[in-house]
Structure formats: C-alpha cells, structure tokens
C-alpha cells in the first residue's frame, strides 16, 4: 500500500501495439446454445436458420473501447462495424456461410486473426434436386399413362366403328 505522492511521467507511457485476439464464445441456434464445432463440417436443418454468435476481443489496455467487426460471407458485402459482443442473423436461406469477427482496440490495431465458424444450411425436401426429379419422373408416367390411355380409347372406337360398319353391311346384305 502507498501513503503519498504517485509521480507519472507521460514520456514514459508507451502505447499498446498489442493486437487484441478475437474468440467466438458463444453459438445459438434458434435460442438454444450449441458446442462450437471444431471443423467446419457443421449442418444445419432449413428451419434452423435464426443464428445468434457472441464473441470477445480480449484487449487488457481498455476492454471497453475494443470495436468489432464482422462478415457473414453470402450475406454481408462488406465488414460491419459494432461496440455489441453479439450479432444475430434471422432467416438464413440455405447455402454454405462462414462467419468472421474481428477484433479492434482502443489505439486502432486490429486481430491478426478473425475468428470464424462456418455452417451450412441445408435445403427443405422440396428443393433439393431429387425431389425435383421424383416430380419430374411422376409427371411424365402421368403424361405417357394419359397418351396410352387415349391410344387405346382411340383403337377401341376404331375397332367399334369398323364392326358398327360391318353389322350395317350384314344387316344391308340379308
């Protein structure tokens, strides 16, 4: 413990060059938080595409006054800038996406490395390319079911006609 006079010497102060490292913390699905996975082989059903990412820039100087910024590739054209710990994403269409965050201190000196996780979302059923082609398949036997059908109605009544003509003959004949 110190009983007196402090003396500071601003000559002395040196600013931070530290970069601060930037973790991802935290990963919500639909709410519901989720073990960050270490590949990037994580999958995702179509309707879980409402995503939560908390994150830290560590920055020992002034942890406050660290800036963050982030890219959702896919979504977000440029990197966007926020003083939040967290970013939400509603309505993800499905496609492959990688989330990045960067963390900037106080003095302006940025991660050496983002933090990132990447994801896919997957396509309902009905998008995906062999339920398209079992639409496809059903329809064209549907299509030829109805053109084999009408051939065969259409021979029937030939073959009707041609009797209905050869009775008219016999019946003309007697």
């Known amino acids: 413990c110190v009983k007196g006079v402090s003396r500071f010497n ?6 931070n060059t530290v970069p601060p490292p930037v973790y991802i913390t935290n990963f919500q699905i639909m709410g ?10 994580l999958q995702l059903q179509y309707k879980e595409n409402f995503l939560n990412f908390n994150f830290i820039g560590i920055s020992l100087t002034s942890p406050e ?18 003083r939040n710990r967290y970013v939400s994403y ?17 003095e302006g000196i940025e ?9 896919r979302i997957l396509p309902p059923f009905w998008e995906t390319w062999w339920f398209r082609g079992m639409l496809a ?15 065969k109605r259409e021979k029937e009544k030939a073959v009707n006609q041609e009797r209905n003509k050869q009775l ?4 003309k004949m007697e």
């Open 168 to 171: 008219m003959m016999a019946q």
């Open 65 to 82: 006054d660290v800036i963050y910024r982030y890219q959702l590739e896919s979504i977000d054209k440029n990197w966007l800038e926020t």
């Open 111 to 119: 991660s050496l490395q983002a933090a990132e996780i990447g994801f």
């Open 137 to 151: 398949a059903a329809f064209l036997a549907l299509v030829v079911s109805f053109l084999m059908w009408r051939i």
């Open 10 to 15: 601003p000559k002395l102060d040196r600013v």
């Open 32 to 41: 519901n938080q989720h073990t960050l996975p270490r590949g990037n082989d």
């Open 90 to 106: 509603h309505y993800l269409r499905p496609g492959n996406y990688r989330f990045k965050v960067i963390a900037v201190s106080k």
